[in-house]
């Protein structure tokens, strides 16, 4: 695999890198101590600036080329997850509770790999601007930098990112020309009906039949109200009601999320849970209040850059392991953000066999690390030559 062969020489350090990062784990915005060790390496490396605490803990660096031109952005995400590490290792993290369990320690480390590289060579035109990101996993950090203004600050006219994808053989580039990934909303339904004995069921207005009919009606929307051609998840993962065997309880609780790839679908789903849940509850004599919850929108790729990404990719993997057609997949992404407001272009790109993201005995594959590094280098010099 042709990597570049000076990113190749410093392979020992990314791990080091990558596994000081993973054993260091922060979540959301606070991202601190990730963001001071990026910075650290950023100074050693010799960039031309940094742009320090952009969204809390946000890092923009900018590496100036040999010549004038315009800039490109790279991203990376920095925060962990939520989740008790259960891999023994050397590096495990050393904060219950908080692990790199989706590969950001990876992500943030290839981006480096490359700063360093570019820093030395700046054998591009114009500008790279090294966008490091906190916050991915649900704080929507990637939207708060753009709403902080770092496209127009930066003068960033295209925007690239990739992410680690278990099951996929190491250094396989998947893509496509479209939707990536999908919206991710969430909904709640809170139904009140009139509590009393279970003994009496009939001087009871029973929140659970209610509840239990909603959650049945909502699976037929995917099925009943859209296009089989659609591509649309709605998943109830929470149902709560009740205290006791003997007492039928005043309230029931649904929870669950939607997962959309455009805005018709979307609009679809929300119209018909309105629906569900008012028809459904009138029947039953109970009430139903929906909250739906907007999340990240869609990550939609723009086809140029795709294209553009694409012949990267081959050129780093070869042809036979790039696929340029991949099925989007229903998970989200807030680097959608950044393509709303920048054309660019996201991908997947296989670590091997491993345990799947997001759970407790993931690991990044750091074997991974010089193939991004050179995917983004070579991003960089393809996009603006001298």
């Known amino acids: 695999m ?21 054993k260091n784990p922060e979540l959301n915005f606070d991202c601190h101590k990730t963001a001071d060790f990026v910075i650290k390496k950023l100074k050693e490396f010799g960039v031309d600036e940094i742009h320090e605490k952009i969204a809390e803990s946000g890092v923009v660096a900018i590496i100036n080329g ?7 952005g790279l991203r990376a995400d920095m925060d962990a997850l939520p989740l008790q590490e259960i891999k023994d290792h050397e590096y495990k993290s050393v904060i219950d509770g908080k692990m790199h369990a989706c590969g950001h320690d990876g992500h943030t480390t290839m981006l480096l790999g490359a700063a360093r ?3 030395e060579t700046k054998n591009f035109s114009g500008r790279v601007a090294l966008i490091f990101q906190p916050a991915e996993e649900g704080g929507g950090g990637g939207e708060v930098m ?21 099951g996929l053989p190491l250094g396989f580039f998947s893509t496509n020309p479209g939707p990536v990934l999908a919206a991710a909303d969430s909904f709640s339904i809170w139904v009140s009906g009139q509590g009393g004995h279970g ?17 049945q009606a909502i699976q037929t929307i995917s099925s009943r109200n859209l296009s089989a051609l659609d591509s649309v998840v709605i ?23 939607v997962r959309t790839l455009n805005k018709s679908s979307q609009r679809t789903v929300v119209k018909r849970l309105k629906e569900i849940c008012a028809g459904t509850a009138q029947a039953f004599g109970a009430k139903a209040d ?68 997001h759970n407790p005995e993931y690991d990044f594959n750091d ?11 070579k991003l960089v010099e393809k996009a603006q030559p001298l």
């Open 367 to 377: 074997e991974l690390s010089p193939i991004g590094a050179s995917f983004f280098v």
């Open 146 to 166: 753009c709403k902080e203004g770092i496209m127009d600050t930066f003068n960033v006219k295209q925007v690239f990112g990739i992410h680690n994808t278990p």
């Open 2 to 22: 042709p990597i570049v062969n000076r990113i190749a020489d410093y392979h020992d350090e990314m791990k080091e890198w990558r596994q000081y990062i993973h």
């Open 66 to 72: 040999k010549n004038p031109g315009s800039t490109i």
């Open 199 to 215: 003994a009496n069921p009939e001087e009871t207005i029973d929140p659970v039949i209610a509840a239990v009919q909603i959650a």
């Open 117 to 119: 590289y570019l820093a």
């Open 235 to 257: 998943s109830i993962t929470q149902i709560h009601t009740g205290t006791i065997n003997n007492i039928v309880p005043g309230e029931a609780f649904i929870n669950g999320t």
């Open 290 to 357: 929906l909250e739906y919850e907007y999340g990240y929108p869609p990550t939609v790729n723009h086809p140029k850059e795709t294209a553009f990404a694409v012949e990267v990719a081959a050129e780093i993997s070869g042809d036979v392991n790039v696929d340029s057609e991949a099925p989007p997949i229903m998970a989200a992404e807030d680097f959608a953000y950044m393509l709303e407001e920048r054309p660019g272009a996201y991908l997947n790109v296989g670590q091997g066999d491993s345990a799947a993201l």
